[in-house]
Structures are given as C-alpha cells and as structure tokens.
C-alpha cells in the first residue's frame, strides 16, 4: 500500500491581519502626512485626507459628499450624518478642528457653494471624485510618508480612527456605531480582534 509523505507546513502569514486588508495609519505617519501635504499647499488633498480620519466613511460616501452636507457655506459643521449607499443606514460622525480649518480652506479656495461636490473633477465641480482616484491619492500620500503604497488603501483611512478609539477604550460597541456596521461581528472582523485582544483584556482584571 502507498505511503502517504506528509509535506512540512508553512507558517501562517498575515497571522494577525485579515488577507488583503489594508493598514490603518499610525500617529506620526498621519502627521508625517498633514505636514507635507501643508507644505506643498495641497489645500483640497489636506482636507479629504483630514475628512476621511474624522469621519470614518467608506470611500464611496466620502467622494459622494457635498458642500451642504457638513457645512453652511464656508462654515463647517462640528458633527454631520449621512445616508450610508452600502447599508441604506444613516451614520453620524465628528468633525474636529483641525478638519474643519482645512476644509474650510478648500471650500473658500475652490469657491464652492452648498449644492457643489465637496471634492471633484474638473472646475465645475459637478462631477466627484470617483472611488479609484481617490484611491490613488491615498497611494500617493502613503508614499509621501515613506511607506510602501501597497499596504495602503482607502480603508487605511476608513479604519485609523477606528483602531485608535478600539485601542484606548476597547469598547466595540462604540465602534460598531462608529462605522454604521449593522452587526458588532462585522466590526470585530474589520478591527481584526483577536483571542489574543480578549486574553489581555481578562489578564488586567483581577477577581
């Protein structure tokens, strides 16, 4: 009878990491990014880079944006909710200073009024960016920062803020809210939380 030879196994890769998924964006490597975007006055690109941080929005919505979603002429709102195209639920999200000064900047510099796309093609304005530009400039400013551009993608921008709050507070139903995920395995899945997350969790608590 044929012996069976048994091949040596390979070392899981991306052990810690869904396949394919993107890289959220470090602290410095975010204000590696703002600093050089500011330095080659990339006024638009500053502010969609900012927007897409607070606001947690897939790519698709983001592109979708108009002025008079977040703002009241050049005066930007604190706080914006929108209809997510994936889910058909609404999601609410912040806008923090510093996104608020930048886009603002832009708003004024382009001349946009409420009903104009807040990033688009073209002078009129009339036309958003699509999702594989936007994709693109997200490459470009990764390798601005000096990372590999391959790691990196819309969802880098999608899942930074997220990771930072689900690393200080571990509070997943925060995040899930966040996102506009409909089911909290969704956002387990998309953080990437582990066994290994949960364990270091219970070994801080003492009974």
């Given at each position: 009878?044929?012996?069976?030879?048994?091949?040596?196994?390979?070392?899981?890769?991306?052990?810690?990491?869904?396949?394919?998924?993107?890289?959220?964006?470090?602290?410095?490597?975010?204000?590696?990014?703002?600093?050089?975007?500011?330095?080659?006055?990339?006024?638009?690109?500053?502010?969609?880079?900012?927007?897409?941080?607070?606001?947690?929005?897939?790519?698709?919505?983001?592109?979708?944006?108009?002025?008079?979603?977040?703002?009241?002429?050049?005066?930007?709102?604190?706080?914006?909710?929108?209809?997510?195209?994936?889910?058909?639920?609404?999601?609410?999200?912040?806008?923090?200073?510093?996104?608020?000064?930048?886009?603002?900047?832009?708003?004024?510099?382009?001349?946009?009024?409420?009903?104009?796309?807040?990033?688009?093609?073209?002078?009129?304005?009339?036309?958003?960016?699509?999702?594989?530009?936007?994709?693109?400039?997200?490459?470009?400013?990764?390798?601005?920062?000096?990372?590999?551009?391959?790691?990196?993608?819309?969802?880098?921008?999608?899942r930074t803020?997220?990771?930072?709050?689900?690393?200080?507070?571990?509070?997943?139903?925060?995040?899930?809210?966040?996102?506009?995920?409909?089911?909290l395995e969704?956002?387990?899945?998309?953080?990437?939380?582990?066994?290994?997350?949960?364990?270091?969790?219970?070994?801080?608590?003492?009974?």
């Amino acid at each position: 009878m044929e012996q069976l030879t048994l091949l040596p196994t390979r070392p899981t890769r991306n052990k810690r990491r869904l396949i394919g998924q993107k890289a959220p964006f470090k602290l410095q490597e975010i204000w590696a990014i703002r600093t050089r975007l500011q330095m080659a006055s990339r006024t638009r690109d500053l502010a969609l880079f900012n927007l897409a941080i607070d606001s947690k929005l897939r790519g698709c919505d983001l592109v979708a944006l108009r002025v008079g979603d977040i703002a009241s002429g050049d005066d930007v709102h604190h706080r914006a909710t929108i209809i997510q195209r994936k889910t058909g639920q609404p999601v609410q999200f912040e806008i923090t200073n510093k996104a608020r000064t930048s886009i603002s900047s832009w708003i004024s510099e382009a001349r946009l009024t409420e009903t104009d796309f807040l990033f688009a093609t073209g002078a009129e304005h009339s036309r958003p960016l699509s999702t594989r530009q936007y994709a693109r400039l997200v490459k470009s400013w990764a390798t601005l920062a000096g990372l590999d551009p391959t790691n990196y993608g819309t969802h880098s921008l999608r899942r930074t803020k997220a990771t930072l709050i689900y690393r200080n507070t571990k509070n997943l139903r925060a995040v899930q809210l966040l996102l506009g995920h409909t089911k909290l395995e969704s956002t387990v899945r998309y953080l990437g939380v582990e066994v290994e997350d949960a364990l270091t969790l219970s070994e801080q608590v003492e009974v």
